[in-house]
């Protein structure tokens, strides 16, 4: 089992930014995928960002090209979320979830389905 806990959230103007963590524990961290997804009333689950075991390959929805930044610190079993220029339409739950993976570098997953363990979620709120 993998424990995800997320954390960083809170109310934000446009504009803003937050960084969003997403601590691990209970097994390996570096043998996992991992990635961002979000939720907003009344909406599906969307993915958001994700990146490979070895941090080194990426991928963004095209909604948070050039304003997001996912990273990961294999030592410190953590991903990060950086969100700069938010909108009010950023507002949702956001969830990190992770992928056990054989493949260090270059695969990474969008789909929700390809995800093993999810976090609670944290809320990000932005307002006009």
């Known amino acids: 089992q993998v424990q995800l806990v997320e954390s960083g959230g809170g109310l934000v103007q446009a504009g803003g930014s937050l960084r969003l963590s997403c601590a691990a524990s209970?097994?390996?961290?570096?043998?996992?995928?991992m990635g961002w997804f979000r939720q907003a009333p009344g909406k599906e689950r969307e993915f958001v960002a994700a990146i490979s075991r070895s941090g080194g390959s990426t991928y963004y929805a095209d909604f948070v090209k050039g304003r997001g930044t996912i990273s990961r610190d294999n030592a410190k079993n953590t991903v990060y979320l950086q969100m700069d220029s938010l909108r009010p339409e950023d507002t949702a739950v956001y969830y990190c979830a992770a992928k056990y993976t054989i493949s260090y570098s270059g695969s990474y997953y969008l789909r929700s389905d390809q995800y093993d363990y999810w976090g609670q979620g944290t809320q990000v709120t932005v307002s006009s």
């Open positions: 209970g097994r390996t961290f570096s043998n996992y995928a």
